[in-house]
Structure formats: C-alpha cells, structure tokens
C-alpha cells in the first residue's frame, strides 16, 4: 500500500469494477477509464496499479483499506464518508432505453410511474428512483442482462450509461440494434473520479497531485485525444 513518503513513484492501489468500455481486461489499455487515470497518472510521482474487481469487492477494498481507493467511481453521499474523491475525470451521459415496439412516450422520470425499470445492483445513477410512484426496480448485476431482460418484455426500460449500453448492445446484440431505442428523459450526466481512502495515509496528496496532472492533461490535449479516439466507437447510439 502507498506508504506516504514523498519518493518518486510510489504506487496507488486502485480498483475498478469490470464496465466496458471503462474497465476491462480484454479491451485495448484496459478501457477508457483505466487510459485516462494511468495518463493522468503518469504525470506525478505516483504509479497507478490498478486491479479490475466485481464492483461490491472494489468499495468495500477501498473503505477497508486494503487497497487506496477506486480508479472510477461514482460520486455518492455514502461514498464521500469513506472517500476523498478528485476532481471529475470522465462525464458519462444516462439513458433510458426501451423496446422500439413500445410507443409510450417517456419525457421526464415522472413517466417512468408503474413501470418495471432495469437496474444494476449498486449503481449510483444520480436519479431519485425511489421517489417514483410504483416504480418497481429490476436489479441485474450486468447491463447486458437489463439489456436481454428488455428484449423479453420483463422490464420495460433499462436505465445506463450511454458508452456502456452502446457498448453492450453492439458487442452483444448486434443484430438486434432495430429493436431497441433511446428515450430522450432528461436524465443527469454522471461523473467519475478517482477516490481515495480516508483511512490512507496521503490520501490528499494523491488526489492533489491528480487533479494538478488532470489539468494538465486537458490543457495539453492529450485528455480529449484518449477520450475521442475512445467515443468515435462508443459514444453515441
């Protein structure tokens, strides 16, 4: 683990769940998210080692100790009592998807009363799901079972990322895109960041230095190049 000394290349463990195009093992530079932060990264005196783990063994990790934080999370009150998270690295735009079959109009989350909506356990969408009346929340550990849950008339929207369901839905169902369209709700853009732990010595050192390479990144292009080459394949539907 980081030790908290100020040596050239110290390493930071992180973990990140398994998202492509974010995170994955079999994608080029282990996904977008996992470019971005090792860039970011390698402008400071510290390394980037970052593991891919299930999203529930990635927090806890990361709130524990065992490892420094998590490469590209989410912003929640609940998270920030246990980490200290950088500044927004990543914007990622939320969708709701539905069957192209289904002619009922959706404009605002208010439509979405007495409808059967997929979900990924633990996602931190940024929208008050609870609050709408007889919502019921079909929780699925992976986008791609929504995705396949939607196709058989289980649920009747999938709510997720837009790099991640275009993502999945081109890698996996392909030949199924006709059947499957957009809503246009108005939800909220997402951010991720990197995020640190409390119980880590030099944690706000470590998200310091990131958000200093992070600027420099931007200003210096290297940022929107990685993040272009990246959404000229996944960034839109």
């Given at each position: 683990l980081f030790s908290g000394a100020a040596n050239a290349e110290q390493t930071v463990r992180l973990m990140a769940n398994t998202s492509p195009p974010y995170a994955d093992q079999k994608l080029p530079e282990r996904g977008l998210a996992i470019e971005l932060v090792n860039h970011i990264f390698s402008r400071t005196d510290y390394a980037a080692d970052i593991t891919i783990e299930n999203w529930s063994r990635a927090v806890e990790g990361?709130?524990?100790?065992?490892?420094?934080?998590?490469?590209?999370?989410?912003?929640?009150?609940?998270?920030?009592?246990d980490l200290q998270f950088s500044e927004p690295y990543l914007s990622s735009k939320i969708i709701l998807v539905k069957a192209s079959s289904d002619p009922t109009v959706y404009r605002s989350t208010a439509d979405l009363a007495g409808k059967r909506l997929g979900v990924r356990t633990d996602y931190a969408y940024g929208v008050d799901l609870d609050a709408i009346p007889g919502l019921r929340l079909v929780q699925?550990?992976?986008?791609?079972?929504?995705?396949?849950?939607?196709?058989?008339?289980?649920?009747?929207?999938?709510?997720?990322?837009l790099r991640t369901m275009n993502y999945q839905l081109r890698e996996y169902l392909g030949s199924s895109l006709g059947k499957f369209r957009v809503v246009d709700a108005n939800l909220p853009t997402r951010e991720r960041h990197v995020a640190a732990g409390l119980s880590v010595k030099g944690h706000e050192d470590?998200?310091?230095?990131?958000?200093k390479a992070l600027a420099e990144t931007k200003k210096d292009g290297t940022y929107n190049a990685i993040i272009s080459k990246w959404d000229a394949k996944y960034g839109g539907m």
């Open positions: 990361a709130r524990i100790g065992v490892y420094d934080g998590l490469a590209a999370a989410w912003y929640s009150d609940d998270r920030n009592r699925e550990n992976h986008l791609i079972q929504n995705l396949l849950n939607l196709q058989a008339g289980k649920v009747d929207l999938v709510i997720g990322d470590i998200i310091a230095a990131f958000n």
